[in-house]
């Protein structure tokens, strides 16, 4: 195995990666039976972590989930675009 490739490992283990805190708060969701907003409360509970620092780890498709989330438990406006219900 390359070096390099043994460091991107090394590192990925260490570190939170946005895909594996997506992977992680999505095992949350779908073992617990929690919406997006309560597991990522969960998994920064549970790891001791602030919310506020977990923000630089959220992808771009888990803020649309947590968009849709909000929207649906009435914690946001309702955007006017014209989405068909999924």
């Known amino acids: 195995m390359e070096p390099n490739k043994e460091l991107e490992k090394a590192i990925a283990s260490k570190f939170l990666t946005p895909q594996k805190f997506a992977q992680e708060i999505e095992t ?4 617990e039976n929690l919406n997006y907003i309560d597991a990522i409360l969960h ?4 790891n001791n972590l602030e919310v506020e620092s977990i923000k630089k780890v959220v992808s771009k498709p888990l803020k649309e989930r947590l968009k849709w989330d909000a ?3 009435n914690f946001m406006k309702k955007t006017s675009r014209a989405k068909l219900p999924l």
């Open 43 to 46: 998994y920064c509970e549970i």
């Open 71 to 73: 929207t649906r438990l």
């Open 28 to 31: 949350i969701v779908a073992e």
